[in-house]
């Protein structure tokens, strides 16, 4: 038995059929304010399920991935849910009223109290090539679909029982945090991506997106690499950060043109061959 057994509820009943019959019981704009959100925790728990098998662990995970602070409807989500719950219990459908579990959880930094007054930083956009915030796109899409399996994963972990010795829930509880850390930090870099604009820059001048062909000259052997964003980098496809040594040197540069990078190693010494624009 684990720290949340409970008994039956009287009536049996799964929550798609239950759903049903809470949206005819409202009134008119009780249900335009109230149905897209219970509707959607349905969907996520499953229309199938019994109400009996709602678990108090099984609701708060729901509300911890889906409940954010900064959601602008938080609160009418948070409200449609308690209802929803109270009604579930009123109706001797759910053993307890699990709404208690539903609320708007503050980040850390909120908790302990802001002494100052925040003041917004406008961040300059980033430039990218269309190829690479594609990329983040598909990333992102997949983070998102991986999401339910990863509050599954708690959930199962959570019902085993004693939390501080569970080392499979406090793993599955830092996959998600390290996959929806990863989300922000996408969604905050296509708010300010920006596909790089060729319009105004010189055909014959390096930019981001252009693909720069040069030799090193201390060794005597061509290379060609793709000028990107810092959050494009990726050294095997020989895609260099613009912010990077090699990067910043070859930025704005000619063909026929020497450029000298120090290194650890040493100083490095290319010649620009070639510069291809993304077109």
Not at 80 to 96: E, I, R, T
Not at 155 to 167: F, H, K, M, V, W
Request: hydrophobic residues 35%.
């Amino acid at each position: 038995m684990t720290n949340e057994s409970r008994g039956a509820p009287a009536v049996q009943i799964t929550l798609g059929d239950a759903l049903n019959e809470y949206i005819s019981s409202l009134k008119p704009e009780q249900q335009h304010a109230y149905e897209a959100f219970v509707r959607k925790y349905v969907e996520y728990a499953g229309a199938q399920m019994s109400v009996g098998d709602l678990t108090g662990s099984r609701v708060e995970s729901y509300a911890e991935v889906s409940i954010k602070h900064t959601d602008p409807n938080a609160d009418k989500r948070v409200a449609a849910l308690k209802a929803w719950f109270q009604f579930l219990k009123k109706k001797n459908y759910a053993q307890q009223n699990f709404g208690v579990h539903i609320r708007i959880r503050k980040p850390a930094s909120s908790r302990a109290g802001n002494r100052g007054t925040a003041v917004r930083i406008e961040e300059p956009p980033i430039e990218m090539t269309a190829e690479g915030i594609e990329d983040l796109k598909r990333e992102l899409a997949e983070i998102e679909s991986q999401v339910p399996e990863m509050v599954r994963a708690i959930e199962q972990a959570r019902s085993d029982g004693d939390l501080r010795e569970n080392a499979p829930y406090h793993a599955a509880r830092e996959a998600l945090a390290f996959s929806d850390n990863r989300k922000k930090r996408i969604e905050g870099a296509l708010k300010r991506a920006v596909v790089v604009d060729r319009s105004q820059k010189e055909s014959d001048v390096t930019a981001v997106g252009s693909t720069v062909t040069v030799t090193y000259l201390d060794k005597g052997f061509q290379i060609s690499y793709q000028l990107v964003g810092a959050r494009e980098a990726n050294a095997s496809d020989r895609k260099i950060s613009v912010e990077s040594p090699v990067g910043k040197v070859l930025l704005g540069r000619r063909i026929g043109e020497e450029v000298e990078v120090t290194a650890p190693q040493g100083v490095m010494r290319y010649r620009i061959d070639a510069i291809v624009q993304q077109s």
